[in-house]
């Protein structure tokens, strides 16, 4: 019998059941006779998310008492499926499961219902959603801010061999897990133009008379921390039109007129944009940006004031970090809103400015760099185009004190780029407004002081730091890999799902154990038939789980070279073709990843691996010992799915280039040996799993600038290796593409001409590596030796591990736990 309270609290079997039952014919409108498995997805997702409401009013408090929160300033969060990842944390899967089954329902096949919210391109929003988990279990009041976009990345359909975009429906049916709060709501000013004025006290001052004004209403999500009462609190904002009619126009007869506004103010939240593609001239995307951060820091305003603040004590209350330059703007819009709103003189607001600032970033790509034309700044934002005027002029009046007659330097130093078209430089905004700057692994944060931000580690080197990238133990081995973190806890207890880094390493000594390695075998095995059933109902493609699964998801990118990994399945098939006696494993070779929409050559990388699939996949002289699949619609939820059942983790990105890798992290967790070059995390990693258990290969950063600089020359490379040549040739003739010569033409001849990416230069030692790996996986109690030692060496890292970097030197933020709040 369950007692009324519990309902929509209670942890039983039965009282879950009631609660289920009760949101199915109250909230969703069903009975159980008529339920489709939607309906029962439904009543479910509400009876776990009354428990997490419990939560959040305490979490809620906590934030208002804290000394100081953590807010995370993000244009993209990747949180992935809410309903499993909660039922584990919140610690009620074995009732949910009980109650479930007394419905005579499957609580896997509801888990495996939820779509996710795809708000995010690839990494850097997962991370995003991993530091949420991670700050959530820690106990830290935090706020995550975003945009609550209606349309997410695109879902990808490969027809053809080619990717096909469709639209990302993601509230279609619903969306149980956000809170919508139209009375938590701010105006966000657009366009327009500037005018001085006297106040009633005779002062100077400056006012933005703006063209339009949005309104943008925060819609809450909660994201529940490990077996902690605490959760984090999901911000994002929608745009909406201020009055959703302009009654005037309406009055006078012009309804479309009317309409037109709400219709403009509403695309602002509409949809994300791709990575990978041409920014500046993109007036919605920087319009986008200043919404999301114009709204969190006025919230964040408010609820400092709500607990008794002044606008004078802000960076107090506060440690904001600004997720890559996306949110920059934020340093010139606190700074109106202190100087124009507060009226809080200039040195003190930029003093509480930089405190409350803090700046990561992700890439040292140069087209990836943000910078906007200052034509189009000035129209969107023309008091922040002043105030960043104003920030300028007094940097680089400290800059000349510094370098005296240096003007080189000052050029490069300065927020705006003068060269025949004049820009706004984000990232020098966001450096020269944070206290902290910090790349996301070790050999980033290296290249980041000697390059991109040279001229800045230079001046302020106290600011530079920094924190390599972590993901979450829960979603990337608790809640997708049950079998292996079984296993994990049977021997060195459960310990390990928060205190990765102490816990796991009781691993190593089960490396040798006979009876272990088979039961660790037995997991693998288990995971891989799990995804071989999937690929076979999603392609069609039949694979032998008994093969090796050599796998590579992510972004598709020239400089993380999918084609290279190509150019290895070509060799591989054309050595079995000739040799039906080489000794080698059977392989499937799995691809995932969406490519940009505008990006026509990741898009025909795409295309060529599916090409080579046609090919060798119905050729019955490899049947068997070598199969490829590219994996349709790669994300959060399909990876859950695709690391657990690797065998081989392929980061093989041209050295210099990934500034991180959080996938790296996800396969090796998941007991997959990586085969990879010297970039981004891979250096780490290698480190702490040991280099017997890691396939490196390629040219180190270093030797891949310098070979520029003593000019590259790939077509000798062509020239010089007989099987390369060989391989090229094959694509050239047609082979892969029914006769059609021209079709992979772009990627063949960028590879001979150019190849920014150094495919051809890193191919034989790939080769090489590649080779090696087919050899270790031949020998089963080594390799899975290999695999236990992987898992048993990567708790740092963890997510938790990298918060808690974050933590000590950035933020400054106590734990509720430490502050003695509950
Ligand atoms: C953006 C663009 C835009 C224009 C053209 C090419 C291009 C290429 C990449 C990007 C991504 C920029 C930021 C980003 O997503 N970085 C990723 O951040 C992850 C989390 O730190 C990290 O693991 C990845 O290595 C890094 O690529």
Redesign the pocket.
């Known amino acids: 019998p369950i007692v009324r309270e519990d309902l929509r609290t209670g942890l039983t079997a039965e009282a879950i059941k009631n609660d289920i039952l009760e949101n199915l014919v109250y909230v969703q409108a069903r009975i159980p006779k008529i339920a489709t498995r939607n309906d029962w997805y439904m009543a479910l997702a509400y009876t776990v998310r009354d428990r997490l409401l419990e939560r959040w009013g305490m979490a809620i408090e906590s934030l208002q008492q804290s000394s100081r929160a953590v807010c995370y300033l993000s244009a993209e969060f990747l949180p992935g499926p809410h309903l499993g990842n909660a039922i584990l944390n919140l610690g009620m899967y074995e009732q949910t499961k009980e109650a479930t089954a007394r419905l005579g329902l499957d609580l896997d096949a509801l888990i495996s219902h939820e779509g996710e919210p795809g708000l995010g391109?690839?990494?850097?929003g997962r991370?995003a959603a991993c530091f949420l988990d991670s700050l959530a279990t820690l106990e830290i009041p935090t706020i995550g801010y975003g945009i609550r976009y209606e349309f997410g990345i695109f879902d990808q359909e490969i027809h053809d061999g080619w990717q096909r975009e469709v639209t990302d429906k993601w509230l279609a049916f619903g969306n149980p897990w956000e809170i919508v709060r139209p009375e938590i709501a701010y105006y966000v000013p657009l366009g327009g133009y500037t005018e001085t004025y006297y106040d009633r006290l005779g002062r100077f001052r400056v006012r933005w008379v703006p063209e339009r004004v949005v309104k943008g209403i925060a819609h809450d999500t909660p994201i529940p921390g490990y077996h902690v009462e605490n959760v984090a609190l999901l911000r994002l904002w929608k745009s909406e039109a201020c009055e959703s009619f302009d009654f005037q126009a309406f009055n006078e007869g012009d309804y479309y007129g009317a309409v037109e506004d709400k219709v403009a103010s509403e695309t602002i939240s509409k949809v994300l944009y791709p990575?990978?593609?041409?920014?500046p001239g993109k007036e919605l995307r920087l319009s986008q940006q200043f919404f999301f951060v114009s709204c969190s820091l006025q919230d964040m305003i408010r609820v400092h004031r709500l607990g008794g603040g002044v606008p004078a004590t802000f960076d107090r209350r506060y440690a904001v970090q600004l997720n890559?330059t996306h949110p920059a703007i934020a340093v010139a819009e606190l700074m109106r809103l202190l100087v124009d709103k507060q009226r809080i003189d200039w040195e003190r607001a930029w003093e509480i400015t930089r405190n409350t600032f803090s700046y990561t970033n992700?890439?040292l790509?140069p087209?990836?760099l943000e910078k906007w034309p200052l034509p189009l700044f000035r129209k969107v934002l023309p008091r922040h185009l002043e105030i960043i005027f104003e920030i300028n002029r007094r940097f680089l009046e400290d800059v000349r004190l510094t370098y005296p007659g240096d003007s080189e330097r000052l050029r490069r130093l300065s927020l705006i780029e003068e060269a025949d078209d004049r820009y706004v430089r984000m990232a020098n905004l966001a450096a020269v407004g944070s206290h902290a700057i910090n790349g996301?692994a070790a050999l980033h944060t290296d290249l980041l002081k000697e390059t991109v931000m040279r001229d800045f580690y230079e001046l302020y080197p106290e600011r530079f730091l920094n924190v390599t990238?972590g993901v979450s133990p829960r979603r990337w081995m608790l809640l997708c890999n049950p079998g292996m973190s079984g296993l994990i806890t049977d021997a060195v207890g459960e310990n390990w799902v928060c205190n990765s880094q102490d816990s796991i390493a009781g691993l190593e000594s089960f490396a040798d154990d006979g009876a272990f390695r088979e039961a660790w075998r037995k997991v693998k095995q288990g995971n891989k038939m799990e995804l071989a059933r999937h690929i076979s109902e999603r392609t069609g493609i039949v694979v032998n789980p008994e093969s090796l699964f050599d796998i590579q998801v992510k972004r598709i990118?020239e400089y993380k070279r999918q084609h290279l990994n190509a150019l290895h399945i070509i060799s591989l098939y054309i050595r079995l073709k000739r040799t039906p006696s080489l000794d080698v494993p059977p392989r499937t070779v799995i691809f995932g990843g969406k490519a940009a929409p505008g990006y026509a050559r990741a898009k025909l990388i795409i295309k060529f691996i599916n090409s080579i699939a046609d090919v060798v996949n119905i050729d019955p002289d490899v049947a068997d010992r070598l199969k490829v699949v590219f994996f349709p619609d790669f994300n959060v939820k399909n990876g859950q799915l695709i690391y657990p059942a690797a065998d081989l983790s392929e980061q093989i990105s041209t050295a210099g280039k990934?500034?991180?890798?959080?996938g790296n992290m996800k396969f090796s967790l998941n007991g997959a040996l990586t085969i990879g070059t010297l970039d981004?995390a891979n250096v780490e990693i290698r480190e702490a799993v040991g280099p017997e258990n890691f396939l490196v290969f390629g040219l180190t950063a270093r030797e891949v600038t310098d070979l520029k600089m003593r000019g590259y020359r790939p077509w000798e490379s062509y020239e010089q290796n007989e099987e390369l040549r060989e391989i090229i040739d094959l694509v050239r003739s047609g082979f892969f593409s029914r006769g059609d010569r021209d079709l992979f033409e772009p990627l063949v001849n960028e590879l001979l001409s150019r190849d920014e990416y150094c495919l051809l230069a890193d191919y034989p030692s790939y080769l090489e590596a590649q080779e090696k790996a087919g050899k270790a996986y031949l020998v089963q109690g080594q390799w899975l030796r290999m695999s236990i030692l992987n898992v048993a060496r990567m708790g740092g890292f963890s997510s938790d591990r990298s918060i808690r970097e974050y933590l000590d030197h950035i933020w400054k933020v106590d734990s509720l736990k430490a502050s003695g709040s509950r």
Do not use: F, K, R
């Open positions: 391109n690839g990494e850097l991370l990575n990978d593609e041409p920014i890559d992700h890439t790509l087209e990836a996301v990238n990118h990934e500034a991180s890798g959080t981004g």
